[in-house]
């Protein structure tokens, strides 16, 4: 794939130190040694990436291995992941709540700062889970404790940066609303992420695509436009709401809901009945708030920072409900 033009490159993390650029095959191809746990963990990382991709006859081979069961329809998959919940950081952690924008930016960022060239989509689950595989890999295969030191550096920046700050509450929405198999498989994610972070231990600071993300806006001092925006972005609002999601509030309230783009049928929603949806609204973000605070946290911090963004969409929500 050709990389994805970017004029505003982010600073390499200082985390990374000075990791090499990766080597041409995989680490016991190099070491000439047997996999240790690390490697079975980035090999784990991978084939789960790989089911993310739409259902092949090979990827079956790898769900048996994995105990997944049966591979999903195309129709599921094609439900799931394109109409529900698509699989790139990017719609989870820009401020925009669209493909590629400044998170995408700074996840190929992340792949030059290792003098790598970024794939089009680096945001997308699949080539993320691959190439965090890779780090685990080059960590295992390098022979040299300096060269080990930087590649651990650089596995655990990519997991607390790019990968934890969206990924448990989003496979949280595929426990809602896929198909057995992938709600096993969002298990099975999770199960290798807590490994994952037992191993390589916790990052005090937040990451970026958090800490630098505004919450929502208020449509009575900014654009009405920019505050249906920003309730679907799940970094502003704290919650993920999906088609299927819109589609409950318009049966729930008697609502008319039209084809298209979330965009459309929220802002359709709100036009049929403003105080209704959003009072329902904000049922939903003070919803959210209580999810986040009972599970069982992979990263407390990044948690906490979910949590209390969908207070404040609720406070927010419930103010606009009222006047």
Same mark, same amino acid.
């Given at each position: 794939?050709?990389?994805? #033009?970017? /004029?505003?490159?982010? %600073?390499?993390?200082? +985390? !990374? =130190? *000075?990791?090499?650029? &990766?080597?041409?095959?995989? $680490? @016991? ?7 240790? #746990?690390? /490697?079975?963990?980035? %090999?784990?990382?991978? +084939? !789960? =990436? *790989?089911?993310?991709? &739409?259902?092949?006859?090979? $990827? @079956? ?18 439900? !799931? ?243």
């Amino acid at each position: 794939m050709t990389s994805r #033009p970017n /004029s505003s490159d982010p %600073e390499p993390s200082p +985390a !990374l =130190g *000075s990791a090499p650029a &990766p080597g041409p095959g995989p $680490a @016991q191809g190099r070491s000439g040694s047997a996999p240790g #746990p690390d /490697s079975a963990l980035g %090999e784990l990382f991978r +084939a !789960l =990436g *790989s089911l993310v991709e &739409p259902p092949t006859p090979a $990827a @079956q081979r790898l769900a048996d291995l994995l105990d997944l069961g049966p591979l999903p329809t195309e129709a599921d998959y094609t439900q !799931l992941f394109l109409f529900q919940l698509t699989p790139y950081a990017s719609v989870y952690l820009g401020p925009e709540g669209m493909l590629g924008g400044e998170a995408r930016d700074r996840i190929a960022g992340f792949w030059r700062a290792l003098r790598q060239v970024p794939p089009a989509e680096p945001d997308h689950l699949a080539v993320m889970l691959a190439f965090h595989a890779r780090l685990t890999e080059e960590e295992a295969g390098s022979e040299e404790s300096g060269a080990r030191g930087a590649w651990r550096r650089a596995r655990k920046a990519f997991l607390w940066e790019h990968l934890l700050p969206w990924l448990p509450p989003y496979l949280g929405r595929i426990d809602d609303l896929g198909p057995p198999f992938y709600k096993i498989w969002a298990g099975l994610l999770e199960d290798a992420l807590r490994e994952e972070v037992s191993a390589l231990g916790a990052q005090e600071r937040l990451a970026l695509h958090l800490r630098e993300a505004p919450g929502v806006t208020d449509p009575r001092n900014e654009d009405p436009d920019g505050f249906v925006g920003a309730l679907l972005s799940p970094v502003r609002s704290g919650m993920i709401l999906a088609r299927a999601d819109l589609g409950r509030a318009g049966r729930e309230l008697d609502l008319g809901t039209r084809a298209g783009e979330r965009r459309l049928i929220l802002k359709g929603l709100l036009e049929q009945n403003p105080a209704r949806m959003l009072e329902w609204l904000r049922l939903e973000a003070a919803g959210w708030a209580e999810r986040h605070g009972l599970r069982d946290p992979l990263a407390p911090g990044i948690a906490r920072f979910w949590r209390t963004r969908a207070e404040a969409t609720a406070d927010l929500l419930g103010d606009l409900a009222e006047t």
